[in-house]
């Protein structure tokens, strides 16, 4: 089979939605790179930038917005200020950037007028700010957060095609998510089950 | 252990335990398999805090330090769904038994407890009882009961002095109790295994608000201090009321025995801070340590004498008759004997009861709570049959 964009051998074969339809395509490795398709080994973050991202924000843009937000919502985990209001809960460490408006005059209240962290803080911070941290220890911990954000991503994408009854992208979220919860194991022992 | 059920999902045990000796583990090697309930709850184990004296023992029963942390890139606990509570458990589970943070851990998955042991860890403050509970999971998770909710509590043993909630209101609630005021041990020894923990999960902080935590109140240190007082004399001077209102205006709380919402049975009280932001650990420490626990320590001695000397013929009959009352009842329930044992703790360390230790009616204070009266007879029961067997055991522990 001859690629779809020049006259090599088709060797990338996928199954990609355009326009809400699901069409086969079939390229060399070359044009599939260009097209930003996954081959067999590429990276997953390769994956997620060229063609899982692009296609969420797509569908998300021909999405009908919906009516301007009266209160604020966590970009991160989608909680609004009204639910923290009846839980008194936050739903996630990002809230707190997410609300910090609406927040300092209740924290003024609850704590003597202080908005400011005076204390404890954790040896990596520290250790960060004055540049002491080896530099593996930095990599380490910013892979292991872009790892954390990446599973993040994917268990929401997992989750939202579901909802929508999209099993095959679902199916392969989950496909993606696997491996990367093995790699991660591989790379990060304290996470082994 | 009556009633326990099978280990749902038991997983592979390296110490050879089978699945009906008990939903604690404990992790040493010494220990040789896992303990079935003897380890915790047994009238011949007790926790640090209760047997021995420590400073200003006379009124200061406990000194306790909890810090709240959360894992980054995670849900707080009360959204998240089960599956994602049982990766940070897991997470938690894996990293805090291999952190060294204690001689002999146990750990106990309180989702596999059988409800009179989870009972029996809030009545020995090692997990708050809405952890016994469980929290409904949030939302887009199978729905399960809360009870079944992934959680778990690791416990230092024999001493019970550190106890790691996990997947509490917060990720982690690493308390430290120690016998007497001693709020700087206790700060000190939990920020220790604050920092082993810190070394390999990644909490969630900010540099302008701190250690975020799942309640606003808690964010900045995630730091609560607190000194559980015993406070007779005050309560019958009626001056608790001054010592309420003083505490409430520095911004302090007050509680009972058994935490927030609880009655101050037995004239048993906590004091702690409420504030966590802006202001450090060092400075709550020193506020509480070394000013107003003090003052409150005096006020009750001098209630105290002043009882003695103007008040001895009245104060005399109070602590016999509860004695009285407790070495000839044959029911009594939890609360009556809490309040009478109140009375005997005064007349024991005023000098007025001899030969009986205040850790004997410190440990009293305890097993007369329903969990570990059952533990302690062997058997589940019901409200009758317990106040039967509490009177009964009163008895024969202060008369022997």
């Known amino acids: 089979m001859k690629c779809e964009s020049c006259d090599n051998e088709a060797t990338v074969h996928d199954t990609l939605l355009r326009e809400g339809a699901w069409v086969e395509v079939h390229f060399c490795e070359a044009c599939a790179a260009k097209q930003g398709i996954a081959q067999p080994g590429a990276s997953l973050n390769d994956l997620l930038t060229n063609f899982v991202l692009p296609q969420i924000a797509g569908e998300a843009a021909k999405r009908p917005k919906p009516a301007k937000a009266r209160t604020p919502v966590c970009a991160e985990c989608g909680f609004t200020f009204e639910q923290f209001r009846q839980a008194g809960l936050f739903g996630c460490p990002s809230c707190y950037t997410a609300f910090e408006s609406l927040l300092l005059p209740l924290l003024e209240r609850a704590h003597e007028g202080a908005m400011q962290h005076v204390g404890k803080v954790p040896k990596r911070i520290t250790e960060a700010a004055s540049g002491k941290e080896s530099v593996n220890g930095a990599r380490a911990l910013a892979e292991r957060r872009e790892r954390l954000e990446r599973e993040k991503l994917l268990r929401r994408q997992l989750d939202d095609a579901v909802k929508s009854e999209q099993y095959e992208l679902a199916a392969k979220f989950r496909d993606q998510l696997q491996r990367l919860l093995d790699s991660s194991r591989a790379a990060d022992p304290s996470r082994n089950a | 252990m009556a009633g326990r059920k099978n280990n749902p999902a038991p997983e592979p045990d390296p110490q050879g335990g089978n699945p009906d000796s008990g939903s604690g583990s404990e992790r040493d090697p010494r220990a040789g398999g896992i303990p079935n309930g003897g380890t915790l709850g047994g009238a011949g184990t007790l926790a640090e805090w209760l047997t021995n004296g420590g400073e200003a023992c006379d009124v200061v029963l406990s000194s306790r330090v909890r810090l709240a942390r959360n894992l980054a890139g995670h849900l707080f606990v009360h959204r998240a769904a089960k599956d994602e509570r049982e990766r940070v458990l897991q997470t938690c589970r894996d990293w805090i038994l291999g952190a060294n943070v204690c001689d002999r851990i146990m750990w106990v998955d309180l989702h596999e407890s059988p409800q009179l042991d989870r009972n029996l860890l809030v009545e020995r403050h090692l997990i708050s009882k809405q952890h016994a509970k469980g929290k409904p999971a949030g939302s887009g998770g199978a729905v399960s009961p809360a009870a079944d909710e992934p959680r778990a509590v690791a416990i230092s043993i024999p001493d019970e002095r550190l106890s790691i909630m996990v997947n509490e209101e917060d990720h982690l609630r690493i308390q430290m109790m120690h016998a007497g005021l001693s709020l700087e041990e206790c700060w000190k020894h939990v920020s220790a295994i604050d920092d082993k923990l810190e070394a390999g999960l990644d909490y969630a902080f900010s540099p302008k608000l701190g250690y975020l935590t799942a309640c606003p109140t808690n964010v900045g240190t995630g730091m609560r201090m607190s000194v559980m007082l015993h406070l007779p004399a005050l309560k019958v001077t009626g001056e608790i009321e001054k010592v309420k209102r003083a505490a409430t205006d520095m911004n302090l709380a007050v509680r009972g025995f058994y935490g927030e919402g609880s009655d101050a049975i037995g004239d048993l009280y ?103 009266l059952q533990r302690v007879l062997g058997k589940e029961m019901d409200q009758e049959h317990r106040r039967i067997g509490r009177a009964a055991m009163i008895r024969e522990r202060l008369t022997k």
């Open chain 2, 270 to 372: 906590q004091i702690s801070n409420q504030t966590t932001l802006g202001k450090p650990e060092g400075a709550v420490l020193t506020e509480l340590q070394d000013s107003i626990i003090p003052e409150v320590i005096q006020y009750e001695r001098h209630a105290r004498n002043t009882l003695l000397s103007k008040r001895r013929a009245a104060l005399d009959d109070q602590v016999f008759r509860a004695l009285g009352a407790l070495t000839h009842a044959r029911l009594i329930a939890a609360d009556e004997a809490m309040q009478l044992l109140s009375l005997v703790r005064l007349g024991v360390v005023l000098g007025i009861i001899p030969n009986l230790s205040v850790q004997a009616v410190n440990t009293l204070f305890l097993l007369v709570q329903p969990a570990h």
